[in-house]
Structures are given as structure tokens and as C-alpha cells.
């Protein structure tokens, strides 16, 4: 697991919610930190990497561990 | 302005309408690429969700101020949030009840016509996956074809109409859908029938349907003649309805033919295929009325939203029934296939009885269109 600066719980939430709050903790980052986010909404697998992508921020590593899908991005 | 909830139901009939529509769908540009909402005059914009968090200003004028609005996504948060913006932006909008998920699942029950001796038919169409299935009712008898997962409208359907469900079949073993099938025979206390040929590795009790077989719906007989037609699968069966109606599967369809490669087999099966369309189903009668299991395209539906032509007509305007050449044939149905249905290995698990998988799950195997046929 890789280390994080700072970490987002969304778990139980639906979309659009994960990403909606993804982008907000994002906005307390500096270039280059990283944020670890939990979910389990499935359909966030697909969009925060599409997110990610559209905003110049890297995903760097997603894991899956009973149900609960993590990401770690690096804010671009 | 105005935010309205516009139910997948209601989409149906301007698909089926050819009403104009214009589709802001929110979802990421991958999952729109690869299956959306089809209608003759809709008009779409994809711009995902998450690109209009700081505000919808920029789109505003991509949208047409003269026609009817609906936004989409998966499941219908994100629509909801989308449309709320556009309507605080002054704009008159709806957005998808349930979503894609719910369009995936809507079924629309169209009657194709009367069979002798007071009898009726109807097909139940899925136009968000192109699924087509079946319900024959004669004399107080049901008999249900292809069914999909969700049991509960065949089962209320046949109620309405005062009709016991008495036998269920599957054309064969599918690979783009679960089959409700099983289910709704076990719940209904009916006969379930499949083509035993795929059927070796299924884990539950079922009546095998050969071809020459007869089944009678109700008390003055209709018809069903199990017809072999191996070629999507090596079992694929078709039936000949009260002599006039061809239910032909996934092997023929109105624009395009089966696929012979989603168990696994196409080299083996291209041969089949060949002898069910340019043989076997050329000894049946010209006036036949085609019902196939899927659609592909939009243009494919009638006017009023079913699907069916007569054989004639397919052996004249079907490009996949028109392939002299041998070679050429084995070539479009094995080289140059498109992409497999999705989860269809899961999904051909599923229908065996080898996995359960939770409803969320077989909602997830479901997504996007059928991707049975080849054209």
C-alpha cells in the first residue's frame, strides 16, 4: 500500500457523490500529495480514473479488498 | 424552471414514436461509446458528470432551447444533480428515472397478432439490450419464450389476463442475458425446456426439447414444433408457432444472422449455421412471420414497436442469408466478429446454474447491448 497525505472515507455513497467529494478534498492538496479514497459504489471504478485523467491528476494505484475499492491520485 | 422525472416507459414510446428528443448523457465517454439510448430522432451531447461540477454555463448553448431535454447516467444520481444545475440555469429539463439501469430492464409487451381458436401472441420487447421474448396465451395457457430476468412482468402479465403460465423455454442456452426461465417455471410450477445439446453442464432439472417435438398451449391447440436449427449454439432450437410464426432464436434476425463463436466453437459451428439458414429454414414456408430473440439496430423495429417480417422477405432483403459463395460465408461469421457480449462467460455460468450471483451483480454482468449477431 502506498503512503498518502491525506485520506477520503466514501464509502456508502452513491453517485455522484464519491467524486463530488473527491474533488473537494482535492482542492486541500498541494500539487504532488496524494489522496487515498475508499468507496464501494462500483460505477466510481471507471469514473474517478476518467476524472483523474480530465483534470491532469495521475491515479497511481487502486486496490479492491472485501468490496471496498480504493484509489490513490496524485493532484496534477 | 421545470424538473421532470421521465420514466424509462415513457422514453419507450418516443423511441417507438420516432419523437424528437435530445439526450444529455452524463455518463463517462467510454460507457456512452459503447451502449446508449437509440431512437430515430434523438439528438445527443456526452459530457460526463464529474467535467460539470463547477457549473453547467458551458454548455448551456450546445443544448437546443426548442426541444424536449432528458439527462441520463447510470443509475440516476448524477442526472438528477446535472438536471437540477440546467433547471436553476432556466432551462425546462427531465431526467431518467432508475437510469441506464432501468432502461436496461424495461420491457414493453407488443401484440404481434391473434393465433387460431382465440390464442394470442405478444412480444416483450428490451429495448435498452435488444433482448426480444415471448408469451403465447390460448384457453386460460401460457407459454413463455426467451424469457428475461425479470420474471415479475411475465408473471403479472400473464395474470392480468387471467392466464396460467404452464410452460417456459429457452431457445438456447443464452450468453448476452440471464434467463428468467428456470425461475419463473419453478415459481409457476411449469415445464422447463431446453435444447439438451446446451444443456450437458446444467445443474437443475429440465425437459429436453428435440426437434419434431410438439407442445400444446392450451385446450384446443396451439401448436409449438420444436425446430433443430444448430448454429449460435450447437444446440439452437426454433419453433413453428400455430404454422405461422417462426420463432427463429438467435440464429436469424431482421437485419443480420447469429454469431457461431460466444460457447466457444465458431469453426465447428459455421457449418451448422450455413445448413439452418440455407437449408433447413428454406424448406419452411415464405410466409412465415420471423420473431427473432434480438434486434441490433433501431431501424430494425416496426411501426409499432415490435419486430417481425416474413421469411420471405428475409431470404430477399437479408444480406446474411444472400452469401452464395461458401467461403465467403465462414469468413463474415468467424473473422472480423465484434466484441463479445459483456461478462458473457459469467453469464452462460449463470444460466447453467453454476453461479448465483446477487441481483446487483446480474444487473452489472447485463450492461450494454447483446452483441449476438453479425452483419
Known amino acids: 500500500m502506498m503512503n498518502s497525505d491525506k ?70 | 424552471m421545470t424538473l421532470n422525472e421521465m420514466t424509462a416507459k415513457e422514453v419507450s414510446k418516443k423511441v417507438i414514436n420516432k419523437a424528437e428528443l435530445f439526450i444529455l448523457d452524463v455518463r463517462n465517454e467510454s ?20 467535467d460539470l461540477l463547477d457549473g453547467v454555463e458551458e454548455i448551456i448553448d450546445k443544448i437546443p432551447a426548442n426541444k424536449e431535454i432528458l439527462v441520463v447516467c447510470a443509475k440516476e444520481g448524477s442526472s438528477i ?22 432502461w436496461s430492464e424495461h420491457l414493453e409487451p407488443v401484440k404481434i397478432g391473434d393465433l387460431n381458436n382465440g390464442g394470442e401472441i405478444y412480444q416483450f420487447v428490451r429495448l435498452g439490450k435488444g433482448c426480444l421474448s415471448y408469451m403465447i ?16 412482468i411475465y408473471v403479472d402479465f ?15 442456452l443464452h450468453a448476452d442475458h440471464i ?20 444443456a450437458t453442464e446444467v445443474t437443475f432439472e429440465y425437459q429436453p426439447l428435440e426437434g419434431g417435438k410438439v407442445v400444446t398451449i392450451g385446450h384446443t391447440a396451439i401448436n409449438i414444433h420444436a425446430l433443430y436449427s444448430p448454429g449460435h449454439t450447437i444446440g439452437s432450437t426454433s419453433f413453428v408457432v400455430d404454422e405461422k410464426y ?10 443480420s444472422i447469429g454469431r457461431p463463436d460466444l460457447a466457444g466453437l465458431a469453426e465447428d459451428w459455421v457449418g451448422d449455421l450455413r445448413e439452418t439458414l440455407y437449408t433447413r ?95
Not at chain 2, 417462426?246 to 437485419?255: E, V, Y
Open chain 2, 31 to 50: 460507457d456512452f461509446n459503447d451502449w446508449k439510448i437509440e431512437g430515430e430522432n434523438f439528438e445527443f451531447l456526452n459530457i460526463p458528470y464529474f
Open chain 2, 281 to 375: 429454414y428454406r424448406e419452411l414456408s415464405d410466409e412465415l412471420i420471423v420473431l427473432p430473440s434480438h434486434f441490433m439496430i433501431i431501424e430494425e423495429l416496426n411501426e409499432d414497436g415490435s419486430v417481425a417480417k416474413k421469411l420471405g422477405e428475409l431470404f430477399v432483403e437479408n444480406h446474411g442469408l444472400n452469401i452464395a459463395d461458401e467461403t465467403e460465408f465462414r469468413e463474415l461469421v468467424t473473422g472480423n466478429l465484434p466484441p463479445q457480449p459483456n461478462a458473457y462467460q459469467e453469464i452462460r455460468e449463470t444460466n447453467m446454474g453454476k453461479i448465483t450471483p446477487d441481483e446487483e451483480k446480474q444487473r452489472e454482468m447485463e450492461i450494454g447491448p447483446n452483441r449476438c449477431a453479425v452483419r
Open chain 2, 81 to 102: 444533480m446535472i438536471a437540477e444545475m440546467l433547471s436553476e440555469a432556466g432551462l425546462d429539463v427531465s431526467y431518467l428515472k432508475g437510469g441506464m439501469k432501468a
Open chain 2, 158 to 172: 400473464a395474470d392480468s389476463i387471467g392466464a396460467k403460465i404452464t410452460h417456459v423455454f429457452d431457445t438456447h
Open chain 1, 7 to 76: 485520506m477520503l472515507d466514501a464509502k456508502g455513497l452513491a453517485c455522484p457523490m464519491p467524486i463530488v467529494r473527491t474533488k473537494k478534498a482535492m482542492n486541500d492538496l498541494q500539487s504532488g500529495q496524494v489522496l487515498e479514497i475508499h468507496v464501494t459504489d462500483k460505477g466510481a471504478k471507471a469514473d474517478l480514473a476518467a476524472w483523474s485523467k480530465s483534470g491532469g491528476h495521475e491515479l497511481v494505484e487502486t486496490a479492491e479488498e472485501n468490496e471496498v475499492l480504493k484509489f490513490w491520485i496524485r493532484k496534477g
Open chain 2, 137 to 152: 396465451i390460448s384457453n386460460g395457457e401460457a407459454a413463455v419464450i426467451d424469457s428475461t430476468r425479470m420474471t415479475d
Open chain 2, 246 to 255: 417462426l420463432l427463429s432464436g438467435d440464429i436469424l434476425f431482421i437485419d
Open chain 2, 179 to 198: 434467463s428468467g426461465g428456470r425461475k419463473i417455471a419453478e415459481s409457476a410450477n411449469a415445464t422447463y425446456w431446453l435444447p439438451p445439446k446446451d
